[in-house]
């Protein structure tokens, strides 16, 4: 229901003052000249005052003759004007670093923007850090990581679409995509999904994809959430559809697979042997992480037969003098290291490097000197913890650190079936997955072989002129495979 | 949502039933040595692993007297708080006078006992397993029987006894025509060595093969890869090839060569409706390693005569051997599955087999090449 504003000024000033509950911050200012009364309101913070002196008073203060509504709008020297009737449209403008200017005896006001915000500058990124490669990462302004995305994918083609998402709260949310290569069902899926979102606010992007996300009861995440521009942009230069949240240094990605999280731009960046290896060296340490604990607990519980014949003295011995059964070893050593992890997150950084040293030394040196642990256990847990920090998702890694507890479990309680039932189980719950409805296990299942090249190998760029057909980009060619391959200066003979 | 919970209570409930086995709690057994009891017994011996951090012995070694195998270890539970398991069982040992009445009754239970390695290793000894498993010599291995187990597998690494594995034994054991070897443990001033291969007639150890001799046996078994050959050639066998201004006079004593990087093709024919008079193609490739007289290997005429006098050394030495078998009617070489493999009329049978070997009539043809024999001035 539109409220108008009132024409008779005492009635203007007072119901501003009741909306703003008598706020110390809303200023208002009365000029008389020319015969003329003028009032102008801002909230006192929230409005660049340099501006505000320099362009917005000066002309308007200084008019030869009294202004009408018209020239206010056209003789100021200020692009963001705005003639506003409804009084709780001039109140959320205030609000927004607006600057109201009312003349006595109109039944419209003119606002002029002039926010003033304090963000910080673009700056490195701390969670995914890169050793070479673009180094910025975004921040909480989304006009700032706007800004960054369209300088970094210069084209025309690229479409940003504006949704409000929060009943009570709202945040501004961007939906970006290149309108010529994102699949249209992948779009309408992102898209419809943020209008159905049914909540008061939303506290963060994280937040937002866990609303939007398939399905909510796994761990694994389904969206990539990333706060590397480059990685973003690069993403959608290959079809997928992003996401920024207004306040929030992280960006969304999707659809994605399971293998896109053990991938880093990195990979890209680096000759595609050394990619290649150190991507395989990701998926090797995957493993390692999840089997590697739960495989010592099986041998140690139920199957000394499979234990080397030359590792089985210092298993032994190590074992020998260890009170528990291997299963809640393994869990207490596994607990200990969560916990390290989580309080060197939660120390303030000078503090933090401490823990390491109280954690890796003291702790584990002691629990093995007193017969607590075994030391060769006291490795496993260390290489599988190491491991799980190999992830370039944070994500993932947690994901990945979280499995292994129930593995554990159902290794101490039927040792190897136990690990084949938590493993069957874990790749039967992989391929129920899905990501923006395209299929998780992608391009394992369904099998293609020619995507390989781009996931989980990281063939050169020649070779791979295809864009993830997982991705149902609506064009699949990135460029002329045959004229990339050849090089002029290197084919005369 | 209610099947995971019953799967859930399932996993908790029967977590009970399974049977745990803490790696500390456990005896665990790597070698085992029967040895001849009283009155149709036998005394098993067997080596355990022994985890304390403070010894610094890691083993121990039991041994208890019972009908059966398996009544062995029963008996032997009492002497040791760890519960004896035989998962990690690597090698069996049989002492001679044992092995000579047939090893097939232990073999039994071995082949049968799925928690025991088909991979482990079987030796027979010509002295007590019971002081070859207890005597301290193991050089860097944790006992005795893992010692023992290590030297037998570094000799079949580099093929200097055939393959000793349980499974090739019974493997040998039911086919027809063949009979199985085992290595012959002995030990010399308390240090286990293999002595000599033991032919074994079925089950039975009738007879020893000497260890210079194993090598020649292996010629005719399979086709080596890199062994090793010590030769003795007739002393003048190459006088017309000495050097003429020598270092060392060459005229007196033996001439010995020795080879290595021995690689050979073995391929055995036989005649059709005559299983005993088989003719064995050998081609060999070697490097001569050593030589005992000084030779002029520049001459290309001195390789070609020392070619075929190691030929003609190879062919004697393995008359001899088939010799030896003939004596004994066995047949390790396996003349006689050969036979069956490649024809369809009268086949050779266990029964029939047994007495025709010493019918056997084998002819030889050996090819040597050197390969590499380097030169000297």
Same mark, same amino acid.
């Given at each position: 229901?539109?409220?108008?504003? =009132?024409?008779?000024?005492?009635?203007?000033?007072?119901?501003?003052?009741?909306?703003?509950?008598?706020?110390?911050?809303?200023?208002?200012?009365?000029?008389?000249?020319?015969?003329?009364?003028?009032?102008?309101?801002?909230?006192?913070?929230?409005?660049?005052?340099?501006?505000?002196?320099?362009?917005?008073?000066?002309?308007?203060?200084?008019?030869?003759?009294?202004?009408?509504?018209?020239?206010?709008?056209?003789?100021?020297?200020?692009?963001?004007?705005?003639?506003?009737?409804?009084? %709780? $449209?001039?109140?959320?403008?205030? &609000?927004?670093?607006?600057?109201?200017?009312?003349?006595?005896?109109?039944?419209?006001?003119?606002?002029?923007?002039?926010?003033?915000?304090?963000?910080?500058?673009?700056?490195?990124?701390?969670?995914?850090?890169?050793?070479?490669?673009?180094?910025?990462?975004?921040?909480?302004?989304?006009?700032?990581?706007?800004?960054?995305?369209?300088?970094?994918?210069?084209?025309?083609?690229?479409?940003?679409?504006?949704?409000?998402?929060?009943?009570?709260?709202?945040?501004?949310?961007?939906?970006?995509?290149?309108?010529?290569?994102?699949?249209?069902?992948?779009?309408?899926?992102?898209?419809?999904?943020?209008?159905?979102?049914? &909540?008061?606010?939303?506290?963060?992007?994280?937040?937002?994809?866990?609303?939007?996300?398939?399905?909510? %009861?796994?761990?694994?995440?389904?969206?990539?959430?990333?706060?590397?521009?480059?990685?973003?942009?690069?993403?959608?230069?290959?079809?997928?559809?992003?996401?920024?949240?207004?306040?929030?240094?992280?960006?969304?990605?999707?659809?994605?697979?399971?293998?896109?999280?053990?991938? $880093?731009?990195?990979?890209?960046?680096?000759?595609?042997?050394?990619?290649?290896?150190?991507?395989?060296?990701?998926?090797?340490?995957?493993?390692? $992480?999840?089997?590697?604990?739960?495989?010592?607990?099986?041998?140690?519980?139920?199957?000394?037969?499979?234990?080397?014949?030359?590792?089985?003295?210092?298993?032994?011995?190590?074992?020998?003098?260890? =009170?528990?059964?291997?299963?809640?070893?393994?869990?207490?050593?596994?607990?200990?290291?969560?916990?390290?992890?989580?309080?060197?997150?939660?120390?303030?950084?000078?503090?933090?490097?401490?823990?390491?040293?109280?954690?890796?030394?003291?702790?584990?040196?002691?629990?093995?000197?007193?017969?607590?642990?075994?030391?060769?256990?006291?490795?496993?847990?260390?290489?599988?913890?190491?491991?799980?920090?190999?992830?370039?998702?944070?994500?993932?890694?947690?994901?990945?650190?979280?499995?292994?507890?129930?593995?554990?479990?159902?290794?101490?309680?039927?040792?190897?079936?136990?690990?084949?039932?938590?493993? %069957?189980?874990?790749? &039967?719950?992989?391929?129920?997955?899905?990501?923006?409805?395209?299929?998780?296990?992608?391009?394992?299942?369904?099998?293609?072989?020619?995507?390989?090249?781009?996931? &989980?190998?990281?063939? =050169?760029?020649?070779?791979?002129?295809?864009?993830?057909?997982?991705?149902?980009?609506?064009?699949?060619?990135?460029?002329?495979?045959?004229?990339?391959?050849?090089?002029?200066?290197?084919? %005369?003979? | 949502?209610?099947?995971?919970?019953?799967?859930?209570?399932?996993?908790?409930?029967?977590?009970?039933?399974?049977?745990?086995?803490?790696? /500390?709690?456990?005896?665990? !057994?790597?070698?085992?040595?029967?040895?001849?009891?009283?009155?149709?017994?036998?005394?098993?011996?067997?080596?355990?692993?022994?985890?304390?951090?403070?010894?610094?012995?890691?083993?121990?070694?039991?041994?208890?007297?019972?009908?059966?195998?398996?009544?062995?270890?029963?008996?032997?539970?009492?002497?040791?708080?760890?519960?004896?398991?035989?998962?990690?069982?690597?090698?069996?040992?049989?002492?001679? *006078?044992?092995?000579?009445?047939?090893?097939?009754?232990?073999?039994?239970?071995?082949?049968?006992?799925?928690? !025991?390695?088909?991979?482990?290793?079987?030796?027979?000894?010509?002295?007590?397993?019971?002081?070859?498993?207890?005597?301290?010599?193991?050089?860097?291995?944790?006992?005795?029987?893992?010692?023992?187990?290590?030297?037998?597998?570094?000799?079949?690494?580099?093929?200097?006894?055939?393959?000793?594995?349980?499974?090739?034994?019974?493997?040998?054991?039911?086919?027809?025509? !063949?009979?199985?070897?085992?290595?012959?443990?002995?030990?010399? /001033?308390?240090?286990?060595?293999?002595?000599?291969?033991?032919?074994?007639?079925?089950?039975?150890?009738?007879?020893?093969?000497?260890? /210079?001799?194993?090598?020649?046996?292996?010629?005719?078994?399979?086709?080596?890869?890199?062994?090793?050959?010590?030769?003795?050639?007739?002393?003048?066998?190459?006088?017309?090839?000495?050097?003429?201004?020598?270092?060392?006079?060459?005229?007196?004593?033996?001439?010995?060569?020795?080879?290595?990087?021995?690689?050979?093709?073995?391929? !055995?024919?036989?005649?059709?409706?005559?299983?005993?008079?088989?003719?064995?193609?050998?081609?060999?490739?070697?490097?001569?390693?050593?030589?005992?007289?000084?030779?002029?290997?520049?001459?290309?005429?001195?390789?070609?005569?020392?070619?075929?006098?190691?030929?003609?050394?190879?062919?004697?030495?393995?008359?001899?051997?088939?010799?030896?078998?003939?004596?004994? *009617?066995?047949?390790?070489?396996?003349?006689? *599955?050969?036979?069956?493999?490649?024809?369809?009329?009268?086949?050779?049978?266990?029964?029939?087999?047994?007495?025709?070997?010493?019918?056997?009539?084998?002819?030889?043809?050996?090819?040597?090449?050197?390969?590499?024999?380097?030169?000297?001035?």
């Amino acid at each position: 229901m539109e409220r108008r504003i =009132p024409v008779k000024k005492e009635l203007y000033m007072e119901s501003l003052q009741k909306h703003f509950r008598n706020s110390p911050d809303l200023v208002n200012k009365t000029f008389t000249f020319n015969r003329q009364t003028i009032v102008i309101h801002f909230i006192n913070y929230q409005v660049n005052k340099d501006q505000l002196e320099r362009d917005l008073l000066p002309p308007l203060t200084n008019a030869k003759k009294p202004w009408t509504m018209e020239s206010l709008k056209n003789a100021i020297p200020l692009s963001s004007s705005e003639e506003i009737k409804d009084f %709780s $449209s001039l109140a959320r403008e205030l &609000i927004h670093g607006g600057v109201s200017v009312y003349i006595v005896g109109y039944e419209e006001v003119v606002v002029f923007t002039l926010p003033k915000q304090d963000h910080r500058a673009l700056n490195r990124a701390e969670t995914e850090s890169l050793v070479f490669g673009p180094q910025i990462a975004f921040t909480e302004s989304l006009m700032t990581n706007l800004n960054v995305v369209r300088w970094r994918l210069d084209t025309d083609d690229l479409t940003v679409e504006k949704f409000l998402v929060g009943e009570r709260i709202q945040s501004e949310v961007r939906v970006i995509y290149l309108k010529s290569l994102a699949n249209e069902e992948n779009v309408q899926t992102m898209k419809q999904r943020i209008e159905d979102i049914v &909540i008061d606010e939303i506290e963060d992007s994280t937040v937002l994809n866990q609303l939007i996300e398939d399905s909510s %009861s796994t761990v694994f995440p389904q969206l990539i959430t990333t706060e590397l521009p480059d990685r973003f942009c690069n993403s959608i230069a290959k079809g997928r559809v992003g996401v920024l949240v207004d306040k929030s240094p992280t960006a969304i990605i999707g659809p994605m697979t399971l293998f896109n999280f053990f991938e $880093s731009t990195e990979d890209t960046y680096m000759r595609w042997n050394i990619g290649t290896f150190i991507r395989m060296l990701r998926f090797l340490s995957m493993v390692i $992480s999840i089997v590697l604990t739960p495989m010592y607990v099986a041998a140690l519980t139920y199957h000394y037969e499979i234990i080397p014949s030359s590792l089985l003295v210092s298993l032994g011995q190590s074992r020998a003098t260890v =009170p528990f059964p291997p299963v809640l070893e393994a869990l207490l050593l596994e607990i200990l290291i969560e916990l390290l992890r989580e309080a060197g997150a939660r120390l303030p950084t000078k503090v933090g490097q401490t823990m390491g040293i109280v954690g890796g030394i003291v702790l584990g040196q002691a629990a093995v000197q007193a017969g607590f642990t075994s030391n060769i256990l006291v490795i496993i847990i260390a290489l599988s913890a190491l491991a799980s920090f190999t992830a370039p998702s944070y994500m993932m890694g947690s994901a990945i650190r979280i499995i292994r507890f129930p593995m554990i479990i159902l290794a101490g309680a039927w040792g190897l079936i136990g690990i084949v039932f938590a493993l %069957s189980f874990l790749v &039967i719950h992989l391929l129920r997955q899905k990501s923006l409805g395209r299929p998780y296990l992608a391009p394992i299942y369904p099998f293609e072989a020619s995507a390989l090249r781009g996931t &989980i190998f990281r063939l =050169p760029f020649q070779k791979n002129a295809k864009r993830p057909s997982y991705v149902m980009p609506k064009d699949e060619s990135r460029f002329d495979k045959k004229r990339a391959g050849t090089k002029r200066d290197r084919s %005369s003979p | 949502m209610k099947k995971i919970f019953l799967v859930l209570l399932l996993l908790l409930v029967c977590n009970g039933c399974v049977p745990k086995s803490y790696i /500390e709690q456990l005896g665990i !057994i790597t070698a085992i040595g029967y040895d001849q009891a009283e009155e149709d017994q036998v005394k098993g011996t067997m080596v355990i692993f022994q985890f304390d951090p403070t010894a610094t012995a890691s083993s121990q070694v039991v041994s208890a007297v019972a009908d059966t195998s398996k009544g062995i270890r029963f008996r032997a539970n009492r002497q040791t708080s760890h519960r004896l398991v035989s998962g990690q069982v690597r090698l069996l040992l049989f002492e001679n *006078k044992l092995a000579e009445k047939g090893v097939m009754r232990y073999m039994d239970t071995l082949s049968r006992d799925a928690k !025991i390695t088909d991979m482990g290793f079987l030796s027979v000894s010509d002295v007590p397993t019971e002081k070859l498993l207890k005597s301290g010599i193991s050089e860097d291995a944790p006992n005795t029987g893992n010692y023992i187990q290590r030297l037998i597998e570094k000799s079949i690494h580099q093929e200097m006894i055939p393959n000793v594995e349980l499974t090739s034994f019974i493997h040998h054991y039911y086919d027809v025509g !063949i009979d199985p070897v085992l290595p012959l443990l002995s030990t010399q /001033e308390e240090k286990t060595m293999i002595k000599g291969l033991a032919l074994f007639q079925n089950d039975r150890f009738v007879q020893t093969l000497s260890e /210079e001799d194993i090598i020649f046996l292996l010629l005719l078994k399979k086709d080596l890869k890199d062994a090793e050959l010590q030769l003795q050639l007739p002393n003048e066998a190459l006088q017309n090839y000495y050097k003429k201004r020598s270092i060392n006079p060459a005229t007196d004593g033996e001439l010995h060569v020795s080879l290595n990087e021995v690689e050979t093709d073995l391929s !055995i024919q036989t005649k059709k409706n005559d299983p005993v008079s088989p003719s064995v193609h050998l081609k060999m490739e070697a490097r001569l390693l050593e030589i005992t007289k000084d030779i002029d290997l520049k001459q290309r005429k001195a390789i070609r005569k020392l070619e075929d006098e190691i030929a003609k050394g190879i062919e004697e030495r393995l008359s001899l051997v088939v010799n030896q078998l003939k004596e004994e *009617k066995v047949d390790p070489v396996g003349f006689g *599955k050969e036979y069956n493999e490649k024809h369809r009329t009268n086949r050779i049978t266990e029964e029939s087999w047994r007495d025709q070997i010493s019918q056997l009539d084998v002819s030889f043809d050996v090819e040597v090449k050197l390969l590499r024999y380097g030169i000297s001035e």
